[in-house]
Protein backbone atom coordinates (compact mmCIF):
# COMPACT_ATOMS: atom_id res chain seq x y z
CA UNK A 1 0.00 0.00 0.00
CA UNK A 2 1.22 3.41 -1.26
CA UNK A 3 1.76 6.16 1.68
CA UNK A 4 0.43 9.86 1.36
CA UNK A 5 4.50 10.83 0.40
CA UNK A 6 3.91 8.78 -2.82
CA UNK A 7 0.91 10.36 -3.98
CA UNK A 8 2.04 13.91 -3.11
CA UNK A 9 5.00 12.88 -4.80
CA UNK A 10 2.56 11.71 -8.02
CA UNK A 11 1.02 15.19 -7.62
CA UNK A 12 4.72 17.11 -7.78
CA UNK A 13 5.60 15.67 -10.71
CA UNK A 14 2.50 15.75 -12.69
CA UNK A 15 2.44 19.82 -11.82
CA UNK A 16 6.26 20.34 -12.99
CA UNK A 17 5.67 18.59 -15.67
CA UNK A 18 2.53 20.80 -16.56
CA UNK A 19 4.48 23.39 -15.81
CA UNK A 20 7.63 23.05 -17.64
CA UNK A 21 5.57 21.61 -20.71
CA UNK A 22 3.52 24.91 -20.89
CA UNK A 23 7.20 27.23 -20.28
CA UNK A 24 8.56 25.38 -22.99
CA UNK A 25 5.89 25.51 -25.68
CA UNK A 26 5.84 29.17 -25.04
CA UNK A 27 9.78 29.40 -25.31
CA UNK A 28 10.07 27.80 -28.33
CA UNK A 29 6.66 29.62 -29.88
CA UNK A 30 9.38 32.38 -29.05
CA UNK A 31 12.16 30.86 -30.56
CA UNK A 32 10.20 30.28 -33.99
CA UNK A 33 8.35 34.05 -34.21
CA UNK A 34 11.29 35.35 -36.33
CA UNK A 35 10.20 32.69 -38.79
CA UNK A 36 7.15 33.95 -39.07
CA UNK A 37 5.85 30.48 -37.90
CA UNK A 38 3.44 29.42 -35.20
CA UNK A 39 4.73 25.82 -33.69
CA UNK A 40 1.21 24.11 -34.93
CA UNK A 41 2.91 25.44 -38.65
CA UNK A 42 6.38 23.93 -37.49
CA UNK A 43 4.62 20.64 -36.78
CA UNK A 44 3.02 20.47 -40.31
CA UNK A 45 6.24 20.59 -42.04
CA UNK A 46 8.05 18.47 -39.97
CA UNK A 47 5.48 15.69 -40.70
CA UNK A 48 5.57 16.28 -44.04
CA UNK A 49 8.98 16.03 -44.65
CA UNK A 50 9.03 12.86 -42.59
CA UNK A 51 5.95 11.87 -44.74
CA UNK A 52 6.56 13.17 -48.17
CA UNK A 53 3.37 12.52 -50.65
CA UNK A 54 0.80 12.48 -47.36
CA UNK A 55 -3.05 13.41 -47.63
CA UNK A 56 -4.06 16.03 -45.57
CA UNK A 57 -6.70 13.85 -44.23
CA UNK A 58 -4.14 11.00 -43.57
CA UNK A 59 -2.14 14.50 -41.68
CA UNK A 60 -5.04 15.16 -39.64
CA UNK A 61 -5.73 11.95 -38.14
CA UNK A 62 -1.73 11.76 -37.45
CA UNK A 63 -2.33 14.91 -35.90
CA UNK A 64 -5.69 14.03 -34.12
CA UNK A 65 -6.61 17.51 -35.35
CA UNK A 66 -9.82 18.73 -37.42
CA UNK A 67 -9.57 18.40 -40.80
CA UNK A 68 -10.53 21.50 -41.77
CA UNK A 69 -8.07 23.33 -39.55
CA UNK A 70 -4.96 21.02 -41.38
CA UNK A 71 -6.16 22.64 -44.47
CA UNK A 72 -6.30 26.12 -43.14
CA UNK A 73 -2.60 25.21 -41.72
CA UNK A 74 -1.77 23.95 -45.00
CA UNK A 75 -3.09 26.71 -46.68
CA UNK A 76 -1.18 29.06 -45.24
CA UNK A 77 2.18 26.91 -45.56
CA UNK A 78 1.40 26.86 -49.60
CA UNK A 79 0.33 30.28 -49.75
CA UNK A 80 3.74 30.77 -48.28
CA UNK A 81 5.54 28.75 -51.23
CA UNK A 82 6.48 26.36 -47.95
CA UNK A 83 4.30 23.33 -49.27
CA UNK A 84 2.87 22.23 -52.08
CA UNK A 85 -0.22 20.17 -52.84
CA UNK A 86 0.21 17.63 -56.07
CA UNK A 87 -2.43 15.34 -57.42
CA UNK A 88 -2.46 11.53 -55.97
CA UNK A 89 -1.52 9.31 -58.42
CA UNK A 90 -3.30 6.82 -56.80
CA UNK A 91 -6.06 8.55 -55.94
CA UNK A 92 -7.06 11.83 -57.57
CA UNK A 93 -9.96 13.09 -55.41
CA UNK A 94 -6.50 13.31 -52.57
CA UNK A 95 -3.88 16.03 -52.70
CA UNK A 96 -0.38 14.36 -52.09
CA UNK A 97 1.78 17.35 -49.88
CA UNK A 98 5.46 17.74 -50.64
CA UNK A 99 7.86 20.48 -49.06
CA UNK A 100 9.02 22.39 -51.16
CA UNK A 101 13.05 23.61 -51.10
CA UNK A 102 11.96 27.09 -49.38
CA UNK A 103 9.83 24.76 -46.84
CA UNK A 104 12.73 22.09 -46.11
CA UNK A 105 15.36 25.26 -45.61
CA UNK A 106 13.03 26.62 -43.39
CA UNK A 107 12.29 23.41 -41.71
CA UNK A 108 16.39 23.43 -41.11
CA UNK A 109 15.91 26.28 -39.24
CA UNK A 110 12.66 25.23 -37.36
CA UNK A 111 15.13 21.92 -36.30
CA UNK A 112 18.04 24.14 -35.26
CA UNK A 113 15.79 26.80 -33.22
CA UNK A 114 14.66 23.56 -31.19
CA UNK A 115 18.20 22.35 -30.77
CA UNK A 116 18.86 25.51 -28.77
CA UNK A 117 15.66 25.36 -27.56
CA UNK A 118 16.29 21.77 -26.31
CA UNK A 119 19.80 22.77 -24.56
CA UNK A 120 18.83 25.60 -23.10
CA UNK A 121 15.64 23.98 -21.56
CA UNK A 122 17.97 21.12 -20.46
CA UNK A 123 21.05 23.40 -19.43
CA UNK A 124 21.22 22.21 -15.72
CA UNK A 125 21.54 18.59 -16.43
CA UNK A 126 24.59 16.70 -18.20
CA UNK A 127 24.05 14.47 -21.07
CA UNK A 128 23.08 11.49 -18.80
CA UNK A 129 20.97 12.70 -17.14
CA UNK A 130 19.28 14.16 -20.12
CA UNK A 131 19.65 11.21 -21.59
CA UNK A 132 17.84 9.32 -18.61
CA UNK A 133 15.07 12.06 -18.49
CA UNK A 134 14.01 11.71 -22.20
CA UNK A 135 13.74 7.91 -21.41
CA UNK A 136 11.85 8.24 -18.66
CA UNK A 137 9.03 10.73 -20.21
CA UNK A 138 9.19 8.09 -23.04
CA UNK A 139 7.77 5.64 -20.99
CA UNK A 140 5.34 7.86 -19.65
CA UNK A 141 4.25 9.27 -22.96
CA UNK A 142 4.02 5.77 -23.98
CA UNK A 143 1.94 4.81 -21.33
CA UNK A 144 -0.26 7.45 -21.74
CA UNK A 145 -0.77 6.56 -25.32
CA UNK A 146 0.57 9.55 -26.85
CA UNK A 147 1.65 9.40 -30.49
CA UNK A 148 5.11 9.71 -30.83
CA UNK A 149 6.59 12.88 -32.24
CA UNK A 150 2.76 14.59 -32.30
CA UNK A 151 1.70 17.18 -29.87
CA UNK A 152 -1.47 16.69 -28.37
CA UNK A 153 -2.00 20.30 -28.79
CA UNK A 154 -3.13 19.59 -32.50
CA UNK A 155 -6.32 18.13 -31.18
CA UNK A 156 -7.97 21.20 -29.36
CA UNK A 157 -7.04 23.69 -32.69
CA UNK A 158 -10.15 24.65 -33.57
Known amino acids: MA ?9 AVAFLLAQLGEHAAA ?25 PGCSQQTLARTLGALPSKVVTLVDDLQQRGLIERRRNPDDRRLHALHLTAAGAELLRQVRAAAESHGAALTRALDPQQ ?21 HPGYQRLR
Open 3 to 11: DSTDGQSAA
Open 27 to 51: KFAERIHPLQLTPAHAGILRLVSAQ
Open 130 to 150: RDHLAALLGRIAADQHLHPGV
